[in-house]
């Protein structure tokens, strides 16, 4: 978005909706502002209930609101990112509408509803930016042409290679969070802490309380400072979000504090400094091995996505979780790998969608 709104023969307008302008999943509208940037469109479409129904019918009202966005913004390229589920209703408004569809961070292999959700907009995209090497063979394979298929590197390292830049990062998380209090005692993290960001499987709703607990389990063995994030809006939100409300009220530990979200800038140092992220966010592989920060990914929701050293992959055993952070304890910090890209993805992009020149019709190359 930087990248582009800098260009000169490019306009950027902004589209937001589904959890992006919820206040319980961190309404990002004044953090956009805040950066610079105009929100030009904003839709109200996220239906309560956090469970595979919802779920769908949140996607087909993504589908009403944005195709009348793009009916008003009339943009000739619709940017869409990654695997979310209400990303995909949007990738489909556009090609309906006849607007050129470019995509970010497609091409890669994970668990969940995240990996059909992925591959069914690279087969609706026209335009291609996966984040490394082994997704772009990937969306060739898929019948991409190969012509439209840009391997420029992970755009959240660009903002991983500017912040990490800034002076320290234990100092820059010790003064936000000395000022910003979330649920549960404010947490001494000026030695090792850990950091838990945990989201739903979907594909296996119904367990994710369960998964949860157990890391929290886990977590209880060690007692160090742990900042704690609130899942996202999947389906199984409820679950992980009632098994923390319980174990908060079963044990009161000491040791937690809870966010439901945190600026872009602050997560980054957050996880440059931390001993160790556990969880299943994607943000420890791919932002985690270009800072080096010990990971423990647990479950199949990143099932077999490509990875650094720096992250243990663990079953939901609470043993096996334990034993993964001990490890993670004892190694530290890993060398910084650059398997996502070098932190230009940005000025990559912006370039190519100011010249690119793609037919509207598609058609697969094998």
């Not at 931390?274 to 010990?294: F, H, V, W």
């Not at 929701?301 to 720096?310: G, P, V």
């Not at 993670?328 to 910084?336: A, D, E, I, N, P």
């Amino acid at each position: 978005m930087l990248a582009i709104q800098e260009h000169n023969d490019l306009e950027l307008q902004v589209l937001i909706g589904t959890a992006s302008v919820v206040d319980r999943y961190g309404d990002i509208s004044s953090q956009l502002e805040k950066d610079g940037f105009c929100v030009n469109a904003k839709f109200y479409n996220l239906v309560e209930g956090e469970n595979p129904l919802t779920m769908a019918k949140t996607a087909g009202l993504a589908l009403i609101e944005a195709s009348t966005a793009f009916d008003n913004l009339s943009p000739d390229i619709v940017l869409v990112i990654g695997d979310r589920y209400d990303v995909l209703p949007i990738a489909v408004s556009a090609i309906y509408m006849n607007i050129l569809l470019a995509h970010t961070m497609g091409g890669e292999v994970t668990g969940t509803i995240d990996e059909s959700i992925r591959h069914s907009i690279t087969k609706l995209a026209h335009i291609h930016f996966p984040a490394n090497q082994d997704s772009f063979d990937r969306i060739v394979r898929l019948g991409e042409n190969p012509d439209c298929v840009y391997n420029v590197g992970c755009p959240r390292n660009d903002l991983i290679k500017a912040e990490v830049a800034s002076p320290d990062s234990l100092l820059i998380v010790q003064d936000y969070f000395s000022k910003n209090v979330g649920v549960g005692p404010v947490q001494d993290l000026s030695n090792k802490f850990f950091v838990v960001s945990q989201h739903p499987v979907t594909t296996d709703y119904g367990n994710n309380d369960l998964y949860m607990t157990n890391i929290l389990e886990a977590l209880s063995s060690f007692e160090l400072p742990t900042i704690l994030l609130w899942p996202n809006s999947d389906a199984g939100s409820d679950e992980i979000s009632r098994a923390v409300r319980k174990y908060r009220e079963l044990y009161s530990p000491s040791w937690l504090q809870v966010f439901k979200d945190l600026p872009v800038q602050i997560y980054i140092h957050l996880l440059n400094a931390t001993a160790c992220l556990i969880g299943n966010s994607s943000s420890g592989i791919r932002e985690g091995s270009l800072l080096g920060s010990p990971v423990v990914n647990i479950g199949s929701r990143q099932n077999t996505r490509l990875c650094s050293s720096n992250v243990i992959t663990t079953s939901n055993d609470p043993n096996d979780i334990k034993n993964a952070i001990s490890y993670q304890l004892t190694h530290g910090k890993y060398t910084s790998d650059s398997i996502y890209g070098d932190g230009t993805a940005g000025v990559q992009i912006a370039n190519i969608l100011s010249k690119v020149s793609v037919n509207l019709q598609k058609t697969i190359t094998y």
